[in-house]
């Protein structure tokens, strides 16, 4: 059935629809208690928004966490240049509607500065593909985190732009999201201002460096700054507290979990 409905070219759109739902609390009720549970997880941070409230969803990759934004009301800047994934966005969330969703899409990955990078692809369409050539360098050796070695086998030039050069076109976002599989400390050399409320993914322990070294440059943008972190945002805040980044990167430095997402939460 999902074969034949993406030859129809509407099984992205069906799934950003309540058939989708409904057909899931028929044959399998977990999978729409999760989707839903990430959503509520969100409205925690974030409240109930409204389409003036832009999110930017940095590696939108297939539009999970889009759609969860775009049910929160925002209005979501969709990143992601995969071209295969930029059709399923746009299928998702634009085509054969009477009313698009408010989801604007931009074909191109974010780094320190703009221009063009390499992209390493995996598949068309992969979570994984990806522009830290040392991510690349990790999944072609290990065989554990997601069941077999990667290829990586072609690569392609992707268009660059940079988080200022997206609030200088879309305006500050109440929320910035980013997972880009170990390119994050790249984007975040990209901001120069403070947003309030922001999350990167770390993958660990190879990229344990890197990701001290993103909270550090987010701590330089706002001192009053507060980190916390979550392995299953669909379980909620790992720590009780947020903390100020000088004790935040004492529990980074000791995490254990293969994969977080750190969020760091401003006084802007």
Known sequence: MKSLLRKLGVYERLKASWLYDV?????????????????AFYRSLLGDLRQCDVVFDI??????KTLAFVGLGATVVAIEPDEENQQVLDRMFLK?????????????????????????IDHAGSAKNTLS???????RKDDR???SRLDF??????????????????????FVKIDVEGYELDVLQGLEQPVPLLS?????PEFRHEGLLCAQRLAQL??????????????GLELAEWLPYEFFQAVLQQCTDRSIDVLWRSAA
């Open 96 to 120: 054969n509607r009477f009313r698009p969703k408010p989801v604007l899409i931009v074909g191109s990955a974010v780094g320190a500065q703009e221009g063009e990078m390499t992209m390493f």
């Open 59 to 64: 590696g939108a990759n297939i539009g999970a």
């Open 133 to 139: 050539s040392k991510w690349v360098e990790v999944l």
């Open 200 to 204: 990167f993914e770390v993958n660990l």
């Open 145 to 147: 985190r997601f069941g």
């Open 222 to 235: 706002s001192k009053q700054g507060l980190f916390n972190y979550v392995v299953d945002c669909k379980k």
């Open 23 to 39: 057909y899931w609390t028929i044959f399998d009720s977990s999978h729409v208690r999760q989707r839903r549970a990430e959503e």
């Open 153 to 174: 086998r072609e690569q392609r030039t992707v268009a660059v732009t940079t988080l200022e050069a997206l609030i200088r076109r879309f305006g500050k976002p109440v």
